[in-house]
């Protein structure tokens, strides 16, 4: 009988305990986890933050649910891996044997480095624990300075704001995300977090954070301006928890590296989810997201190899649905300009591809709430972000994931004015007749 071990309880460690039951109904599964309460959804965290959902929501599987998938939740911190005796080594000294090893311990926050920053009420968005302690802050206090340019600031500045606290949001680009929304979409946003009266402080960076009796008291930029808070919070990144993988010998690059079945370089331990930085081998390269469906679907095929199947990754086109300043926002495949000088990796709900600034030509139409941008390559739209209304974004991922041929449409779609979402629905109901 074979002795699976997963640290992680997360949406891919999880996948991976489903797909091995699936493939081998007698083998031993144990999850390590850290998590009080073992799995829950992370991306609800901020709709927990701004009050439209309680936390039992963020719940749906229980301690019960382990037990009908007949595996073993063991609550600790795996501190060790000893690969030649097939060991995990938790915090307290306890020794799990395994025979196969998956580690899916995601990401965490990467850390303010300023002075100031080990204040009281400086805080992150990385679990529950953090959530709750930002909730419980937001009933004293009055100003908050939120710190970060991309989807975690925003949303940790909308959560405060929905609370009371008066917002000032400190961006160190010129615009809102600016290497991965084009012009009009940081508009966009930057005009509704107006409208939320959120105070957005461009090119602005964070120096110092400044105390009083141990609390935050105020903040000082790098061009000297001060600002008074009482509650300093920051979503500048992430980063793959890669120390216990390094500990081990595993190699890594920006995550744990792995093949197209999930296989670390050491034999029998496999990685999956934020951690890992997965080999492609359609485009050739490596690259990290952190988004709960290509976490969920790493488990799985890691679960499956894990069992003895031959099971292969494909990396799908990675896409969010995510909320940037209340409006529902899509984000599919290569949108990006590059870089744009910004050395940040990637935060929550983010995925590196996003950043990529394809060979192709942009149609767009929308310039308020209900905004389109396609990427039109050749033959194939290879990028979109569709704001507002969302009645296009399932079938735009799926024009974007199966690379269908646009051939017969793509000189309208460029053209100056072009009704590109009639377009695209005209295109789509054709296609999806012809499926059918
Ligand atoms: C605020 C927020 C908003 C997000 N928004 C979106 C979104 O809009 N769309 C989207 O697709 N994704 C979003 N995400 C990202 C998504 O939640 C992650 O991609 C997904 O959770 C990754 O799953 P995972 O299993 O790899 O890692 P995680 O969910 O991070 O789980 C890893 C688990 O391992 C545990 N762990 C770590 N170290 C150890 C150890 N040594 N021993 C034992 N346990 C350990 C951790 O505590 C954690 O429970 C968001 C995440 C957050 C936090």
Known sequence: ??????????????????????????????????????????????????????????????????????????????????????????????????????????????????????????????????????????????????????????????????????????????RYWSNVLDLVESEIVETRLHEEKIITHYQTELAEILGKRGKVAGIRTTGGQELACDLLAYGIG???????????????????????????????IFTAGDVAQIFDPISGRSVIDSLWGPAREQGRVAGLNMAGQEAVYTKAVPFNVTRLAGLTTTIIGAVGSGLDGDPVTIARGDSETWRDMPDAIIAQSGFDVNHMRLMVANKTIVGAIVMGDQKLSAALQAIIRDRIDITSIREHLIAPSAPIADIVARFWAQVHASRN
Request: glycine content about 10%; charged content about 20%; proline content about 4%.
């Open 238 to 268: 992430i980063r793959p928890r890669l120390n216990l993988a390094q500990e081990t010998g595993i190699t890594c690059d920006r995550g744990i590296l792995a093949d197209e079945h999930l296989r670390t370089n050491l034999p029998d």
């Open 1 to 174: 009988m074979s002795n699976y071990v997963i640290i992680g309880t997360g949406v891919a460690g999880l996948g991976a305990a489903e797909a091995i039951r699936k493939a081998d109904a007698a083998g031993v599964i144990t999850l390590i986890g850290d998590d009080p309460q073992g799995f829950y959804s992370r991306p609800g965290l901020a709709y927990y933050l701004t009050g439209e959902v309680g936390e039992s929501t963020l719940y749906p599987y229980q301690l019960q649910d382990y037990k009908n998938l007949n595996a073993r939740f063991l609550r600790g911190t795996a501190a060790q891996i000893l690969p030649q005796e097939h060991l995990v080594v938790l915090s307290d000294g306890k020794r799990i044997p395994y025979d196969r090893l998956l580690i899916a311990i995601g990401s965490s926050a990467i850390r303010l480095s300023v002075p100031g920053a080990a204040l009281e009420g400086v805080v992150k968005l990385d679990h529950m624990e953090d959530a709750r302690r930002i909730v419980g802050m937001t009933k004293r206090a009055r100003t908050a300075v939120v710190v970060g340019g991309g989807i975690t600031a925003l949303e940790l500045a909308e959560g405060l704001a929905a609370r009371k606290v008066k917002v000032h949001l400190l961006i160190r680009t010129a």
